[in-house]
Nanobody, 125 residues
Framework: VQLVESGGGLVQTGGSHRLSCALS????????IGWYRQAPGKEREGVAC????????YHVGSMKGRFAISNDSAKNTVYLKMNDLKPEDTAVYYC???????????????????WGKGTLVTVSS
């Protein structure tokens, strides 16, 4: 199982940005994929998750409306579209996955088995 995040970089406050999580090495239909972030000096927090087979989505309340998770079966990729970015969104963003037949978010949002290495997003003020 491999997850590779990409798309991090420097973004201006108020801007938009999209992160990608490329998946390989497993049968995606049986998995749920999540996005997480960890800001400097803070604990990792969940952002959103998606059940691959039917695209059932969950977004954490504090980011709901600004961030949107989606998947592209043709590209084996999960995306995180981020809008109206703020300096407090600066963090390393990770994707992770676990085998699931039905969505287990939000109760199992943090119970993921495989994690990517992350990609840094810096929002300048």
């Amino acid at each position: 199982v491999q997850l590779v995040e990409s798309g991090g970089g420097l973004v201006q406050t108020g801007g938009s940005h999209r992160l990608s999580c490329a998946l390989s090495g497993f049968f995606f239909d049986d998995y749920e994929i999540g996005w997480y972030r960890q800001a400097p000096g803070k604990e990792r927090e969940g952002v959103a998750c998606i059940l691959w087979k039917d695209s059932t989505k969950y977004h954490v309340g504090s980011m709901k409306g600004r961030f949107a998770i989606s998947n592209d079966s043709a590209k084996n990729t999960v995306y995180l579209k981020m809008n109206d970015l703020k300096p407090e969104d600066t963090a390393v963003y990770y994707c992770a996955t676990a085998p699931r037949w039905v969505s287990a978010c939000p109760s199992a949002l943090y119970d993921m088995d495989y994690w990517g290495k992350g990609t840094l997003v810096t929002v300048s003020s």
